[in-house]
């Protein structure tokens, strides 16, 4: 157990739990003018439906026999798949759902390396003196008011509110209303009406992550799709399905259709603009350790161009290089989003 | 508040209603899912102890759960079920990581907290607050991995205030304590407690042993972690030429029996702090050790005596904790015995 | 090997040709016969060659009832092996419980094990493996006619069990916190204890649901139940039994035995019971509560059960008397349940018109706020009243008459008056 080598190594145990610890987002149906009294509206439930599938899937070789694909087409796979719609006398979705900030930034929930931990801890707080959590922050709290979180539900919807409140004791204390359509999901610069709400929400999330109490936060986001029109909530991942014949599984909490958590998770982190590709245009990726964006099957921060949060971290801490300040940024917000960041596979 | 004024010595019984946890595991054992181990309870009820500090003059003894809704993320179609699984990001080469297969539920607990308070909190209002506290810090932890929520709006008068409640504790006032006990279980109506049925496996274990000398308590865990029915002859009656008929009985359960997880057994040397390589921490013995398994039952709360009954403890030898070799929680509820009275025999025609 | 043996190490030399003379032969089937590989295929498969060669790759493998992988997969940490008749023994179930029987698992290259499977053939009762640990001179002769290269390639097997390396955990594996001290705030009172999984013991069970559920014998079980025909082995059914998929489409890269379990990890079902508020209604329409009741699930099954353990003629003991009152109890457990869940509504509800059936005691019972004035007997007349539906559950062909209705009515008042009292002891 005599330490014979000084260098500062990574902890082989080293995790971090979540700090943005949102619910699973609930579905409501209501009219857009009765956006005050949202409480009494109608839970949006999932249903099932019939389709008949046509041969769309690509053909094994052994069924391109013409008279196999004609039989194949006269049998249309009849299947079932979830939808969920708000009812013909309303006109707007309601997605609600709280969210709740962790203090203790940067505190790891496991570290096995006394030394790494005290190093840790000091530039955090370094960076925190320094900075403070406000550039997080703000980028967070953008991602509530423009309703990224709402995904498919945004696109295609005449108007969208978000009313962010302030919790406590089960009471809101501040209620916060935007516009979310007028707020971009290509940058964070808020607009001049929007500016100061923007910037309470923030620093509220701002002392919650630096605190030593959470704060929790109530978001409901008002998006008027039309009566009658399929709202999207989040679907199943099974991949055993069985005998069922059912192609799509939607989420429901006890029966009323919802957002999961990780999803409004991932939108409220997409907050990386600092990795290599940025200027490209694709906009604003959720802050993964590799940029990875699992729709684009792709990974923006490879190894290979030493700005992973990997790589960050360890020339950061090891080797007392600090990247740049934007750099720094992604890094602490990887520490918010946690995870089991443990140097064992290299040992 | 002097000194004395902060040591807890006056027994209390907290009550934290209604907690909803979302995605909490449960893959509660490697041959056991559903509602989350014990074992995860009465780790949360330590995070607790650690997280209100050695200063807040209330110290937890015991953890009793309530569960008033279980929403399993599985498939319900079919014979078997499979878990709603969630998909990691992709790798760094841009491709699919592997799926770990992982069960999630959400749980809607009340938890009760045999505890110690200290004199300092000998007032109701001093009370009311610890218990706010003790709630709020709640609120911020993880329970069997998953998140502490804010209730969902349930019914009007629900309470998910936090009791925090002095106790009787004088042998003299049983009568008393049991009196509270039973008012505050009612309020956590409806629900299910999970308690200790360590009784059933021996008894199982006994009975197939009669039968067969070699059948071991994992055969008795099994056979009452199951339905069997098997087949009954009936004579035919007399005087009649019907044949003798058979039907399949299903075997009586004695209640909502379950098998679970009960805490675990070493299967190592107690290994000194830092020789383990990736070990959580450098300064804590540590132990490879695997799963133990008995029975629980589920039961409705009203059923329950005294809070002894309810709460579960972590047993470890304090004196000899490398020698004692099973970590374990227990629970000291025992079902009632019945009481022989007359009408047995009326009711038996 | 090419001194002529005698006796047990003849039997173990021959033992070891045979086998991998099969072995050969399976590849050489599969081969043309003028396929140049052959002749290579029959050097590997010299019994020198081949031996030694598996002495090297034996290192590739390590026999377990206790892994990390199934943990996570991308834990890397000690696996152990500890025969379950050496592990304290306990009430409680776990790997000690399979006694000396059990099927030992192998983690590492799936391409070596055939190593294992040479270790596991058997002479007289003991495994190559065994023969190997206590480092047997005759299957040292069996191996080599050189005994130091005996004695080193015995060794090299007899390392199949021990753990590869020093022991270690991981960042991935499970470690929890157990307080041993009396204060939980003493970072010294705690032990760190990590969980593997036991592949061996786990493997039992599968065995054991698999055959239940789908053997030959449990299927004509079935059928004769189905059919309502005699058969002697009873039904098991697992109910609510969850899949969990180890390794997904690689299970071979947990183990061996996950691999014969084709990933499937079998979870036996510990739900709770449920209520889902989105069942509770009004009672609406309806003349008695009991009838609203009487279509929960577990009401039925509990009177069904009462009715048949009834007519299965008991004899008059203390047992019966137990699972008597069992089995009231539960249904009156159910009434306790049930009227908490119709408590959640909004007290009031039962002065809708849609109730006017409804007997005043029971919408007094069941509604805090109930219109009409509360008879005074209202437990007396709801303990009456579910003496009365039970009895009507069981009259027929039952002879059932007063002696049994006064005793449910005397249960029910117990638990209702006890459930009731504490509620006007509250308030």
């Known amino acids: 157990m005599v330490a014979t080598d000084t260098t500062l190594k990574t902890a082989s145990v080293l995790a971090f739990e979540r700090k943005l610890d949102p619910s699973d987002g609930l579905l409501f149906a209501g009219d857009w003018s009765q956006r005050d009294s949202s409480t009494a509206w109608t839970p949006i439930t999932v249903r099932e439906k019939s389709v008949r599938g046509t041969i769309s899937n690509r053909l094994k070789t052994k069924d391109q026999d013409p008279a196999k694909l004609d039989a194949a087409i006269e049998n249309p796979n009849l299947q079932t798949v979830d939808v969920a719609m708000l009812p013909a006398d309303a006109d707007t979705l309601k997605v609600s759902f709280t969210l709740r900030v962790l203090g203790g930034t940067g505190t790891p929930s496991a570290c096995n390396n006394a030394d790494y931990r005290a190093k840790l801890l000091s530039t955090v707080k370094g960076y925190a003196d320094a900075n403070g959590f406000g550039e997080l922050g703000r980028r967070y709290a953008h991602n509530l008011a423009n309703a990224r979180f709402l995904w498919r539900n945004r696109l295609g919807a005449e108007q969208v509110e978000t009313r962010v409140q302030h919790l406590a004791k089960g009471q809101a204390i501040t209620t916060w209303t935007f516009d979310s359509l007028k707020l971009s999901l290509r940058d964070f610069d808020a607009t001049a009406e929007a500016e100061n709400d923007l910037q309470a929400v923030a620093d509220l999330i701002t002392e919650g992550l630096a605190g030593k109490t959470h704060v929790l936060l109530q978001v409901s986001s008002f998006a008027r799709v039309g009566a009658g029109q399929e709202v999207y909530p989040s679907q199943e991942l099974i991949l055993d399905k069985g005998n069922s014949k059912k192609s799509k599984t939607l989420y429901d909490v006890q029966g009323v259709a919802g957002i999961h958590s990780q999803k409004l998770g991932n939108a409220l982190r997409t907050i990386d603009t600092w990795y290599p590709d940025a200027g490209e245009g694709l906009g604003p990726i959720a802050v993964e350790p590799y940029g990875s964006v699992t729709s684009q099957g792709r990974a923006y921060r490879q190894p290979k161009q030493k700005v992973d949060f990997y790589t960050l971290l360890d020339r950061w801490l090891l080797k007392d290089h600090a990247p740049d300040l934007e750099q720094q940024h992604y890094v602490m917000a990887n520490l918010i989003r946690g995870g089991v960041f443990g140097d064992a596979e290299k040992a | ?349 | 090997m090419s001194t002529p043996l005698t006796g047990r190490p003849a039997e173990l030399r021959s033992l070891i040709a045979d086998f991998l003379f099969e072995r050969l032969n399976a590849k050489l089937e599969k081969l043309a016969e003028d396929d140049p590989k052959r002749v290579s295929l029959r050097e590997q498969f010299v019994p020198s060659a081949w031996i030694e060669d598996a002495a090297r790759r034996v290192g590739q493998i390590q026999a377990v009832t206790h892994s990390l992988k199934p943990i996570h997969p991308d834990a890397k940490g000690s696996s152990l092996f500890l025969e379950p008749g050496s592990l304290a023994s306990l009430v409680e179930v776990g790997s000690h419980s399979l006694g000396i029987v059990f099927d030992t698992d192998v983690v590492g290259n799936a391409a070596a094990l055939d190593v294992y499977k040479f270790l596991k053939l058997r002479h007289e009762g003991q495994s190559l493996l065994t023969l190997a640990i206590a480092a047997d001179a005759d299957f040292g002769a069996a191996l080599t006619d050189d005994p130091i290269t005996a004695q080193a390639w015995m060794a090299a097997f007899a390392g199949l069990a021990k753990p590869r390396g020093k022991l270690s955990s991981h960042a991935q594996a499970k470690q929890i916190y157990w307080p041993v001290g009396s204060d939980p705030h003493d970072d010294g009172d705690y032990h760190l204890l990590a969980p593997l999984y036991p592949t061996s013991l786990v493997h039992r069970v599968y065995q054991a649901v698999q055959e239940d559920r789908f053997s030959e014998d449990a299927k004509v079980a079935r059928k004769a139940r189905k059919a309502g025909e005699w058969h002697e082995r009873p039904v098991h059914e697992y109910s609510n039994l969850a899949v969990q998929k180890l390794g997904g489409t690689q299970p071979q890269n947990i183990s061996q035995l996950n691999s014969e379990r084709r990933g499937d990890n079998c979870l036996l079902a510990s739900l709770p019971p449920v209520w889902q508020s989105l069942t509770v209604k009004p009672l609406f329409g309806v003349k008695s509560l009991f009838n609203v009741y009487h279509r929960r699930r577990e009401v039925r099954t509990h009177a069904r059960e009462l009715r048949r353990f009834l007519e299965s003629n008991p004899a008059s003991n203390l047992k019966t008397r137990q699972r008597l009152d069992e089995l009231v109890n539960a249904l009156l457990d159910e009434l306790i349940q049930f009227t908490a869940e119709v408590r959640t509504l909004d007290a009031g509800w039962s002065r809708d018109p849609q109730c006017d059936q409804l007997p005043p005691a029971h919408s007094a019972w069941l509604d805090p706020d109930a219109a009409n004035v509360h008879p005074d007997d209202v437990i007396e007349r709801v303990a009456s009243d579910f003496a009365h539906w039970l009895n009507a559950q069981l009259r027929d062909p039952l002879p059932m008459g007063d002696p049994e209705y006064l005793y449910w009515c005397k249960l029910a008042r117990e638990q209702i008056k006890e459930y009731e009292g504490e509620i006007s002891h509250e308030q």
Not at chain 2, 64 to 70: D, I, L, M, P, Y
Not at chain 2, 255 to 262: E, K, M, R, S
Request: proline content about 8%; charged content about 25%.
């Open chain 2, 1 to 349: 508040m002097s000194s004395e004024d902060n040591v807890p010595e006056h027994r209390a019984l907290l009550v934290l209603p209604h907690i909803r946890v979302q995605n909490a595991n449960a893959i509660s054992s490697p041959m056991t899912w559903g509602f989350p181990a014990i074992t995860a309870f009465t780790g949360l009820m330590t995070a607790l102890e650690r997280r209100l500090g050695r200063d807040a003059g209330i110290a937890l003894y015991g953890i009793g759960v309530v569960c008033h809704r279980f929403d399993a993320q599985v498939t319900t179609s079919g014979y078997t079920r499979t878990f709603h699984l969630t998909r990691n990001p992709v790798l760094v080469d841009g491709s699919s990581a592997a799926i770990v297969e992982e069960g999630r539920a959400h749980l809607d607990v009340t938890l009760v907290f045999d505890v110690q308070l200290a004199g300092a909190y000998r007032g109701d209002a001093e009370r009311l607050a610890l218990a706010e506290r003790v709630a709020d810090e709640l609120a911020g932890m993880r329970l069997a991995g998953g998140s502490v929520m804010p209730t969902l709006v349930g019914p009007t008068h629900w309470s998910t205030r936090p009791v925090l409640e002095l106790v009787p504790d004088d042998d003299s006032q049983l009568e008393e304590r049991r009196k509270q006990f039973r008012g505050l279980m009612r309020r956590w109506l409806p629900g299910f407690a999970l308690v200790s049925r360590d009784d059933l496996l021996q008894t199982r274990l006994a009975e197939l042993r009669a039968d067969d000398p070699k059948a071991s308590a994992l055969d008795a865990w099994l056979d009452l972690s199951r339905w069997n029915a098997r087949a009954v002859e009936r004579p035919a009656k007399q005087d009649s030429d019907q044949m003798p008929t058979v039907e399949w009985v299903t075997d009586p359960r004695p209640g909502w029996i379950v098998p679970i997880p009960v805490g675990f057994a070493a299967l190592s040397d107690l290994h000194p702090p830092g020789t383990i390589r990736g070990a959580r921490d450098a300064s804590t013995p540590f132990r490879f050790v695997e799963t133990v398994w008995s029975m629980g039952q589920w039961i409705s709360p009203h059923r329950i005596k005294c809070l002894e009954d309810l709460v579960w403890v972590t047993d470890h030898d304090p004196e000899h904790p490398s020698e004692h070799t099973l970590y374990r929680c227990r629970n000291a509820y025992r079902p009632p015995a019945p009481v022989p009275t007359d009408l047995t025999h009326d009711i038996q025609h």
